[in-house]
């Protein structure tokens, strides 16, 4: 007896822990209720926070409201060195206009230049003063950004036509797409209204924030607007292709070899500042995985405010209040004393999202924890809004988290919450949350969203118009996902094409 005793006691050390009790993490689960999330959007999203801009005082405060409640939740902190946070750099900077200038030339001699001061508008992007020379590349017409070359705009000064009062519900994922596919610049080619353009040129030189460091998330090229009208006056065979790209009934990528675009912008830097991410973990029971993580992510910033309109404050309560919400309810479910699954839980809220996915891209690069070591990100972004019984989970097809999720509803029917695909494809929303940044470094990611509504970027995405019943009942199955992924002792594995695209950059973007 004493010999059998010895061996089994050494065969339970030999074998993962065994899961916890149905019990106790349904029990866990209930912590996630629907007054607790609503309370919570009252504190993220109220008019003190200032719509939580990056960087922004009221930025400043809600990470120390996060980190606070993840204390409380029992997690630890994993930012730097020991801190609940990760700041990242950021640069104050101011465009000179002066010296500044667009400029085309042709290989039979022609040559557009488009002065910054009179004819060409900085919009943004870029770490610093530019100086930049490449082959011209036209794209147009309506476009898929998942089906974009990325052959065809790297190295490239990627030129299009738009009006900038009228955009394409897709643009921000096409430029990203052409952006990540190392394109050197995106010209936009605009109609001649003077009076918008005159707008745009007095806002150029104002004081703007960048990363600091060229490239921390890709997609640091400059955007800079052009009037039609001034490079017709310089070239009128251009006035034909300028139809021609607005007039494609489908994508129209043309390569121009005979043209070279050169973008020179000047500026001064006025300071440096910085940003929060909030980072925390909680240590899982089993020694052989604890040093393995699953990762929930969402964004703590918003727009901030909005000079002029009645109501100026970005509230910002679905976008990402939901979201950051979302991190301290699962914090406190994960804490609870019998539901700490056999690995890690990660949680990671960023800034800086609104403005280019800044606070990702920067934990990603330059992650606290081996970035190799990240099982899974499961994001978490507008998730407070439209439908009771459904939620849009985006980037399932591309590893098995979709499955396991899938599995995962169905063990709970309770929850009344139904895992759908993509259900707007067209707007390239896999592109536009933080979770793709963790994607481009292999790790395998679900982003939960309900998708836009008529408030999405205005004051009116108040508190109030949260449906905090629906959100508790999605926050607990991803409670229950979590759960799944951190004690199997299998990682979740990517389909091997979409790992080639997104990761390693072959093929379609």
Known sequence: MRLASCAALLLLGTVPLAAQSSKDVAKAAATITQADV?????????????????PSPGLEMTAAYVADQLKKAGFKPAGDSGTWF???????????????????????????VLPFATSA?????????????????????????????????????????????????????????????GALAIVVVTPSDSTAFAARLARQ???????????EGGGDAPVVEARESDIVAQAPQAAQTFEQMRSAAGPFVQVLPDWQGAVVVRDTVLGETS????????????KSLRGSYVVYSAHMDHLGISPGLPDSINNGADDDGSGTVGLMELAEAFGQKKARPM???????????????????WFTAHPTVPIDSLVADLNIDMIGRNWKDTIAVIGREHSNLGAILDSVAAEHPQLDMTP????WPEEGLYFRSDHYNFARKGVPILFFTSGLHPDYHRPS?????????????????????????????????????????????EGAN
Request: aromatic share 4%; no cysteine.
């Open 420 to 423: 759908v695909a993509d259900m």
């Open 461 to 505: 995405d108040s508190p109030d118009k949260i449906d905090s019943e629906k959100e508790a009942r999605l926050l607990q199955l991803l409670f229950y996902l979590g759960e799944d992924v951190a004690n199997s002792a299998t990682r979740p594995q990517w389909n091997p094409d979409s790992y080639n695209k997104i990761v390693k950059g």
């Open 121 to 181: 508008a900085f919009l943004g992007r870029g770490s610093g003063a530019v100086d930049l020379t490449g082959e011209v590349v036209l794209l147009a017409g309506p476009l898929d950004p998942a089906a974009l070359q990325p052959t065809d705009f790297k190295d490239r000064v990627v030129v299009m036509t738009l009006d900038l009062d009228h955009l394409p519900t897709n643009i921000d994922a096409v430029a990203g797409a052409v952006l990540q596919a």
């Open 86 to 112: 990760q700041r990242f750099p950021l640069v104050r900077r101011q465009m000179v206009a002066n010296g500044s200038q667009l400029t085309f030339t042709g290989a039979d001699g022609t040559r557009i």
């Open 275 to 286: 940003a929060p991410n909030v980072v925390a973990v909680l240590e899982g029971r089993d």
């Open 343 to 361: 690995r890690s839980i990660l949680i990671v809220g960023v800034s800086g999202e609104e403005k280019g996915l800044w606070g990702s891209a």
């Open 38 to 54: 609503q309370r919570r959007i009252n504190i993220i999203a109220d008019d003190s926070m200032m719509g939580r801009d990056t």
């Open 205 to 215: 030189s104002r004081p703007r924030v960048s990363l600091a460091g060229a490239g």
